[in-house]
């Protein structure tokens, strides 16, 4: 839970309050003949940290753009016609295409009879053929290992291991999952332990993405804050890392220290040389590495490069190269955009190997993860090669995509900063723009008669008078007292055109209205 | 956790011992100069509940297999030349052809432009269409919403009112997953608070399926174990059900009643007599219902009928049609046995609209099930109809796929009983058999010397002899005293024809050399 008025650090505990009254609900032992009862299962009673998860996202905000989606089906009269979600980092859902191979590959292990149709490419046919090998009874319908099938497990190791100029990658350190959300959640649920009857904290950034405050709130665990440092391009300041942690004080057990690069939604790429500050804060604290390295394909700044924390971590030496890092990838995002097939996986190095054993057998329990999901990550692992069939095809989709999403990004900051009051940071990687605004205090005092911080004031007010859904920086923590939004850089770019036209109108009007 | 030896209740509480090693290790806090220090994350502060799921899942026996499977591939000699193994149930590995049609919509929704290919037929490209056409940007590579896709949840909703004679279905009370396991445990983290400083109780039938005993100890949930009664064919008593009640006295506060119906691993099918006592008892204690009902395809017995609870409880009238229930449906089952797809859904009726939303937004941050997996779910509760192109092939593959899984099981249970000290129930449902057999009091010694349950003593000595694998029945729970194992149905006919013969020689050499 971001909490950015009353405090920095925000720590979920329980709240004892809550369980009088659920009590008082499920002492009810009426009969079937009695008066109507109380439910077993109610708001008072259900697991207060789901409750509370609902705070960490913004709801009320998505509640109200469904609202309008379905008013806008009943022909309801509006300043706009079309709902312009502006709010995922979707992109199929924008319109992008799908990678031709891939797509090819996951078609042939679905449906193996096609093995023999000279419309395939042999490379296309021999990925599928390898797959369908490697999985039970030759069918992409039965379950795998928990961690994923062992083929695409190596491949994995081998697409790090090249990604890393060789420093070496055991598969064994490799688990597929669901997307890489599931990962980080799993992972993250091993800290789930309370010692000396405190919980464990996670450091995370302001803003972070919601999926760290929602997955601390639910297991209890306490949210460090450190803020990125905006004037900066958004990059991590070791004095506000220790500054975080010395606030917190004894109220938690600093465990984890999460970092999110290339930056969900502030899209910034961290430099080599940031990169190593981190690790040496963390080792100095004793604390884990969670890197969210979802974007390490998503680089558009020319002058900034994807530096995998392992490689960095490997190459500063001892004490460093030993200390234990989980890394997060998925298909959703780089070129591959395949949100919907869900597939991630995880690296995990120098992990306890007893640790090691009880999160492999606590995702058994689960089963395995969806063996389509792995089949396209074998993909973004294991590309058509320069000499084989579809080299040339998918080099010129991949390139075409990322060349996209790079004009694109420059696009929406362009604009962003011609707005008065508006100021974003140059685009270099991920899939977002993070700019900040200035509002008049008129505004700030509407905002707050309502009870809302002013960013969400302004969305939903951006929201009914544009259509446009944008997610308040608040929703991802900020410094109090500043104001964002995210926006994706997804849409066509004649989408992006008229949805900065829209919003620049809306902005002049809001300053008028509010000055 | 099952423990039969102990006590018939086993309540997992946290092991406040622990938390003092864990914070020992934890306290180090040297610096880069220093002496090498312990892990962040080790066996003594991991997450305790998580450490306890190893225990619940007959570990040793699993890591044997693998390692057995490891040293054929090597070429070390063995009574036997491959493993067999009769541990899951996972139709495709074991030879189960995948429905025509369902592969077909799955591919046509992955390679839209074969819409256009006159090879396909007319229905398949129609619920192609269709499904292709909710998906935002007409992509499965997008994200659905977090319950699914509107148009298969209301598929889905058509199903269950016709599979249940036209009760109304609400596609609302419809949540997607990535198969029944992981929406089952996503259902039980709503019980995950402790009130009055106790935690939730559920009951789950002893023998259960491994499932529910994990994620109660991941949850620190309280299990309440009811037997089920083999004398009469693993049927539902409630006297035992009051008595599971009774002996937990205050330890707990029970809420949930979990039914697995047909049974897993028992494969009983339940009369609808046993259903409405169960109801009964249920609406008595003031429970929330949790019908596992995954397997109702996989009916063989032809005096016995799948009654869904929700059929049952809603013909009952009030108050019991006013009962919270959750019940549960796979892709992975039935005569469709898409298990490494994952797909799922959940109907929860009756449930206060304010845990619903909780539930859903729990749900959102790990954003959507996958969606080939809520294709194949379409295809499941939507499949081609009387006039349709494809009905008279896919009838013919069901009919076919059911038909031999109904001759398998009595195969096996027919050849289990002819085993001396052998006896199965007849074959009513499901996919295995659970035979109870006796062991000499000589082996039974010989078990306890090792520290193993009996029957965890005589499925390593199977592994090693004839590199059958089976799952102990102590895994599962049993009356203290009984030995038990499961067995699937799936592999072919031949196959669990040689399976049998050697179970039985192994059997026979086993009972003269501990007599």
Redesign the interface.
Known sequence: MVDTQSSIVHIDVFQPII?CR??AS?A?????TSI??S?????D???????K??LA?C?PLFIRAREIEKELQKGVEKPFTELTKMN?G???????Q?ITFL??V??LT??PN?LNNPSYPEDAKDRARMILGN???G??????ESAGIECVRKHVAQYIQERDGGIPCDYHNIILS??A??GI?SFL?????????KPSGVLIPYPQY??YS??LT?FGLAQIGYYLDEDNKWSIEVSELERALREIKDAC?P??LAVINPGNPTGQVLTRKNIENVI?FA??????LLADEVYQDNIYDKDSAFHSFKKVMTEMGE??SKM?LASFMSISKGYI??????GGYAEII???P??M???L??L??????????QVVMDVVVNPPRPNEPSYEQFLKEKRETLRSLAEKSQLVVDTLNSIPGYKANPPMGAMYAFPRFELPSKAIEAARAKGQEPDVFYAFKLLENTGILMIPGSCFGQIPGTNHFRTTILPQKKKIKTMLEALKQFHIKFLERYS
């Not at 009673?45 to 409750?51: D, E, G, I, T």
């Not at 069918?139 to 795998?144: I, L, M, N």
Request: aromatic fraction near 4%; proline fraction near 5%.
């Open positions: 369980l659920a009590m499920n009810v032992t009426a009969t079937a109507p009862r439910k077993v299962l109610t708001e009673n259900v697991f207060v940290n789901l409750r998860m609902e996202m709801g995922t979707d992109a199929h859902a924008m319109g992008q799908p797509r090819q996951l078609t679905v449906s096609l999985c039970n009874g069918s992409v319908g039965s379950y795998s669901n997307g959300s599931i959640k649920n091993l800290f789930n332990e309370r010692l000396n009857d919601p999926l929602a997955t639910e057990n465990r984890v040496r080792h100095k604290h004793h604390l884990f004490p460093y234990e955009g395949e949100c919907g097939i869900r120098n992990m306890d007893e640790v054993k009880v999160l057998k606590s058994s329990a689960m089963l395995c993860p969806t063996v389509l999901g």
